[in-house]
Each structure stands twice: as structure tokens, then as C-alpha cells.
């Protein structure tokens, strides 16, 4: 039976990262529109929001010069922005991480989350 649900459970993940991996990060960069207000992925400067320039793979809450929100101070200890966090964050920010100061509500498209995924992973394929 655990391994019945074991297999089950893999099965509802594994379509998730493959359809992270199939992003278009051409259509990353329209939606990263909505985010582009208060974040930038080209250039290490901080807005509203921290900079996500090389976001795929930094810890959590990490950029030096940005003071970030205690619950994503508290949220982000000993994690990594990986695809997968990514996209259990950005539908809703702030049930993931309840206080933070991220006003966004969210994108409801998983194409949406998986396109800012690839965006984000390689802003220059996004044709900025």
C-alpha cells in the first residue's frame, strides 16, 4: 500500500517538474510584465522587490542590500530558490509565506508560473 501511494504521489509530481522544464521563456518575459514594477531579472538592482537576476538557485531571502520581510527572513532559513519552490510560490505568495510584504496575489496559470520559471532561469532567451 505505501508503495501504491508512493507511485501515485510521483506520478502527480513528475508532470509538474517536466512541464517547469518546458517553459517558454519568450513568453516568461509578457508575463514577467506584471512583476517588472517592482522586480528586475536582468540587472542586479533592487526596486520595490529584491532583485531575481540568478534567482534559480540562491538561498532564500539573500540578497545583501535588500531588507527583506521577518516571515520571508523566517521562511527562507537553510532554503534554495529552486523551479520547484518558484512555482509553489508564485500562485499565491502570501499563503506560502504568510506576512511577507510581497503584494503580488499571484499568477493562476501554471503555463504563466512555468514561463516566468524558464524566464527567470535565462532572461537573455526572453529576448530582453
Excluded at 499568477?107 to 530582453?128: E, M, Q, R, T
Aim: net charge positive; with cysteine.
Amino acid at each position: 500500500m505505501k508503495l501504491h501511494c508512493l507511485i501515485m504521489a510521483a506520478a502527480m509530481v513528475l508532470p509538474a517538474g517536466l512541464a517547469l522544464a518546458d517553459g517558454d521563456p519568450v513568453a516568461g518575459a509578457k508575463v514577467f510584465k506584471q512583476c517588472a514594477a517592482c522586480h528586475t531579472a536582468t540587472e542586479a538592482k533592487n526596486k520595490v522587490g529584491p532583485t531575481l537576476m540568478g534567482i534559480i538557485g540562491r538561498p532564500v531571502a539573500s540578497v545583501a542590500d535588500y531588507k527583506y520581510s521577518p516571515a520571508m527572513t523566517t521562511f527562507g532559513q537553510g532554503k534554495v530558490w529552486s523551479e520547484e519552490e518558484l512555482a509553489a510560490y508564485l500562485p499565491k505568495p502570501k499563503d506560502l509565506v504568510p506576512g511577507t510584504k510581497m503584494a503580488f496575489a499571484g499568477l493562476k496559470k501554471p503555463d504563466d508560473i512555468a514561463n516566468v520559471i524558464a524566464y527567470l532561469k535565462n532572461p537573455a532567451a526572453g529576448g530582453n
